[in-house]
């Protein structure tokens, strides 16, 4: 069973539109990563996550991102309004006694 | 500029033969880790090491951090078609100052049965 679990597994949205993607963990977490794939490129470090803050983000992570644990457990990342270029798939990873686990991620499609 | 280059960027080859990926910087990592990714999938992680000139194996997959914590190799024997994926490297990059984990563009790595 995986550590975290995302949702939607895929999202198609136009552009312009507010997209929010979820992750949850099995356990009581506290550091959360956000990473995104854009289609045949590598995977790029966009917010880390600890304690209810952000800890760390990346000049990827501008103000059209934010992250949020609204209700303890579910951990968000919410694109405003999206653009073109932020199609990609979207990957929630948890950090455990140094070891990094993936979820297997969203996918967001912008038309 | 790619702080973690790996190479090949892609590898096809028989089942049965071994093979060696590369992962270099000019920077030097406090630790770098090996990820093996399949489609439509997170990555998972293989190994870390720490330690420079460490040696570590798992299996069939021999995995080494160069002495200067710059470079990194995965070299894998009698490879088998479920070795097929894209392997990443990534690391802390000690001279950017990131906590976060940087990661190289990858090997897409393909064993024909």
């Known amino acids: 069973e995986p550590e975290v679990t995302q949702t939607p597994s895929h999202q198609v949205t136009q552009m312009g539109q507010e997209v929010i993607l979820r992750c949850v963990p099995i356990?009581?977490?506290?550091?959360f990563y956000w990473y995104r794939q854009i289609l045949g490129q590598k995977v790029e470090f966009l917010v880390s996550?600890?304690?209810?803050?952000?800890?760390?983000k990346s000049e990827i992570f501008d103000d059209q991102f934010s992250v949020e644990r609204p209700d303890g457990s579910n951990f968000t990342l919410k694109i405003r309004s999206t653009k073109l270029e932020d199609s990609a798939m979207y990957f929630c990873?948890?950090?455990?006694?140094?070891?990094?686990?993936f979820g297997e991620g969203s996918r967001l499609t912008v038309l | 500029t790619q702080l973690l280059e790996q190479s090949p960027q892609f590898l096809s080859i028989q089942e049965g033969e071994n093979l060696t990926v590369y992962c270099n910087s000019s920077?030097?990592?406090?630790?770098l880790q090996w990820y093996r990714q399949e489609p439509g999938e997170g990555p998972v992680l293989l190994v870390t090491?720490?330690?420079?000139?460490e040696v570590k194996k798992l299996k069939r997959l021999t995995f080494q951090f160069g002495d200067a914590r710059k470079d990194s190799s995965l070299h894998i024997t009698a490879a088998q078609p479920g070795d097929t994926g894209l392997y990443l490297c990534?690391?802390?990059?000690?001279?950017?100052?990131?906590?976060?984990?940087?990661f190289g563009s990858g090997t897409r790595l393909q064993v024909q049965p």
């Open positions: 090491v720490v330690t420079g000139g």
């Open positions: 996550f600890y304690n209810n803050e952000i800890s760390e």
């Open positions: 920077s030097v990592f406090s630790s």
């Open positions: 990873a948890t950090l455990i006694t140094g070891e990094l686990f």
């Open positions: 356990s009581n977490h506290l550091y």
């Open positions: 990534a690391g802390v990059n000690m001279d950017t100052g990131r906590r976060a984990l940087t």
